[in-house]
């Protein structure tokens, strides 16, 4: 059994470090990371160079949180249920997306990889952060207060949900919190009111 789950943590991460932000920019021969606040994730990509293409950026980070979970998911099904393997499987992609060896250690924060790690894990999850973040940004046009809220409501949901499940309860409190974590600068920023407000549909 353990080497099947090294197998899928391995798997999963590196998916993880197919990041779409860097992906996208390397086409124009950049690099999101070099400009704005330095990061490789969606919002620093839609300031930099326009929603039009963020498209792409999504299918990607989607796509890749998709596969992880459901790959550990399948591969450890046998052993496990298909939700701890699957929730192994995206604890694994959201730490190789955050912190991709391939890339440098300098991934993204790990808001739109959780969003479609909880569409695989458990499909209200992911209806509850999307809710969470979309009622934050809508009414504050921050990005970061939206995925700061949504986070907390990922961890929160993960242990009322499936409170019964000690693995899977364990790997969305960890997810949340690393999410949460990588968000400290812009909670800094946002407590000192010089926190930046985007536009996440103005197109270049």
């Not at 190789?96 to 209200?124: E, N, Q, T, Y």
Request: with cysteine; aromatic share 10%.
């Amino acid at each position: 059994m353990w080497y099947t789950v090294v197998i899928a943590i391995l798997v999963g991460y590196m998916l993880g470090n197919l990041n779409g932000a860097v992906c996208m920019s390397a086409l124009v021969h950049d690099d999101v990371r070099s400009h704005g606040s330095g990061n490789a994730g969606l919002t620093n990509f839609v300031r930099n160079y326009g929603a039009g293409k963020a498209v792409f950026v999504i299918l990607i980070d989607a796509g890749k949180a998709v596969l992880a979970c459901t790959a550990g998911g399948l591969l450890l099904q046998p052993y496990l249920d298909f939700t701890t393997g699957a929730a192994i499987g995206g604890l694994s992609v959201m730490l190789g997306h955050i912190f991709p060896a391939l890339l440098g250690f300098r991934g993204g924060k790990g808001i739109l990889s959780g969003l479609f790690i909880a569409v695989v894990v458990d499909w209200r999850i992911a209806l509850i952060i999307l809710a969470v973040f979309a009622v934050a940004y809508f009414l504050t046009q921050y990005v970061s207060l939206g995925s700061i809220l949504g986070a907390t409501a990922f961890a929160i949901a993960f242990v009322v949900l499936h409170r019964d499940n000690l693995t899977v309860m364990l790997c969305g409190i960890v997810m949340g919190a690393m999410t949460i974590f990588m968000h400290h600068g812009n909670l800094a920023r946002l407590l000192k009111g010089e926190e930046r407000k985007t536009n996440l549909f103005k197109r270049k």
